[in-house]
Nanobody, 125 residues
Framework: QVQLVESGGGSVQSGGSLRLSCEVS????????LGWFRRAPEKAREGVAT???????SYGDSLKGRFTISQDVTNNTLNLQMSSLKAEDTTIYYC???????????????????WGQGARVTVSS
C-alpha cells in the first residue's frame, strides 16, 4: 500500500506563502493520481489540487493561480506551493494517492485509497 507522510505545515500571516511536501513511498500503480485535499471544521473534504501520471494538474476553482502542485519523481515527493494565503485557507491538508482508471481524471475523491496523516495550516488575518 502507498505510504504518505506530509510535512511543511505551519502558521503564516494573510498574504504569505507556505510549501507542503508529501513523501510518497510504494507507489506502484502504472496509472495514478496524487492529490491534496483539505477539510475545514464541519465541512466536507475539498479537493485542492491533483496531478496524474502524465503530469496533468487540476485545481479547485477558488485556488487556481494561488496554489501550485508538483511531483518530484526523483525524490518521491508531492509538493503544494501555496501563495497569497487567506484566513479561509486555514485547515488541515491531506495528501492522497490512488490508482487512476484509464480515461479518467483525478478529481473523484473515491479513487484515493491512501491518505497521509494531515498537515495543519493556519493563516492569521
Amino acid at each position: 500500500q502507498v505510504q504518505l507522510v506530509e510535512s511543511g505545515g505551519g502558521s503564516v500571516q494573510s498574504g504569505g506563502s507556505l510549501r507542503l511536501s508529501c513523501e510518497v513511498s510504494r507507489l506502484t500503480y502504472s496509472r495514478y493520481c496524487l492529490g491534496w485535499f483539505r477539510r475545514a471544521p464541519e465541512k466536507a473534504r475539498e479537493g485542492v489540487a491533483t496531478i496524474d501520471d502524465y503530469g496533468v494538474a487540476s485545481y479547485g476553482d477558488s485556488l487556481k493561480g494561488r496554489f501550485t502542485i508538483s511531483q518530484d519523481v526523483t525524490n518521491n515527493t508531492l509538493n503544494l506551493q501555496m501563495s497569497s494565503l487567506k484566513a479561509e485557507d486555514t485547515t488541515i491538508y491531506y495528501c492522497a494517492a490512488g490508482s487512476r482508471p484509464q480515461g479518467t481524471g483525478c478529481w473523484d475523491r473515491s479513487m484515493y485509497a491512501s491518505w497521509g496523516q494531515g498537515a495543519r495550516v493556519t493563516v492569521s488575518s
